[in-house]
T-cell receptor, first 117, second 114 residues
Framework: AQKITQTQPGMFVQEKEAVTLDCTYDTSDPSYGLFWYKQPSSGEMIFLIY??????QNATEGRYSLNFQKARKSANLVISASQLGDSAMYFCAMREGGYSSASKIIFGSGTRLSIRP | ETGVTQSPTHLIKTRGQQVTLRCSSQ?????VSWYQQALGQGPQFIFQYYREEENGRGNFPPRFSGLQFPNYSSELNVNALELDDSALYLC???FGTGGNEKLFFGSGTQLSVL
């Protein structure tokens, strides 16, 4: 069963506009973490933001914020004031379990974001 | 720059051959994970090494194997290459194995199997 779902294969956004990338997840583990990574054409995965399942507040990192709706199992990424350099693939990911010995991260299929000048 | 380096950047092999990919972790990181990313898909977890021991494995056959060395650098070995092994192979390092430990990725090795 797919555990991370990203329903937007591609998005086009005008520069300086805000953009929301959707992510839903499925887990029965009460302890989990949610991540967003950016992958430019160079291939490197760049960490953007993290949200723990027990965190009371939505995570924010500069222009990035995570809209965490636990009951809906939703973890959307919001990018404010988009820039041309934001054009890339974006992956939502989840780690199940706490500090276990083998907690792998599962990735979604990604959303390709293109910023128009 | 994450401090994680992978070599080589590109590699071409033929079906049935064996390949070794290398990864140098970020300084101070004792955990390394390997991921396979097929074209147009998200990365898939292959396995994880913590302090030189494999401590987690995804749904990959035994011909995918690895090593982690005392300096925490790592190798991914793939035997009897198949056409479907063509992918970007990503190495990621972290300090610790769980919780909110974020992974620091290298730029990957692009493997083509002909």
């Amino acid at each position: 069963a797919q555990k991370i779902t990203q329903t937007q294969p591609g998005m086009f956004v005008q520069e300086k506009e805000a953009v929301t990338l959707d992510c839903t997840y499925d887990t029965s583990d009460p302890s989990y973490g949610l991540f967003w990574y950016k992958q430019p054409s160079s291939g490197e995965m760049i960490f953007l933001i993290y949200q723990g399942s027990y965190d009371q507040q939505n995570a924010t990192e500069g222009r990035y914020s995570l809209n965490f709706q636990k009951a809906r199992k939703s973890a959307n990424l919001v990018i404010s004031a988009s820039q041309l350099g934001d054009s890339a693939m974006y992956f939502c990911a989840m780690r199940e379990g706490g500090y276990s010995s083998a907690s792998k991260i599962i990735f979604g299929s990604g959303t390709r974001l293109s910023i128009r000048p | 720059e994450t401090g994680v380096t992978q070599s080589p950047t590109h590699l071409i092999k033929t079906r049935g051959q064996q390949v070794t990919l290398r990864c140098s972790s970020q300084s101070g990181h004792n955990t390394v994970s390997w991921y396979q990313q097929a074209l147009g898909q998200g990365p898939q977890f292959i396995f994880q090494y913590y302090r030189e021991e494999e401590n987690g494995r995804g749904n990959f056959p035994p011909r995918f194997s690895g090593l982690q060395f005392p300096n925490y650098s790592s190798e991914l070995n793939v035997n009897a290459l198949e056409l479907d092994d063509s992918a970007l192979y990503l190495c990621a390092s972290s300090f610790g194995t769980g919780g909110n430990e974020k992974l620091f990725f290298g730029s990957g090795t692009q493997l083509s199997v002909l």
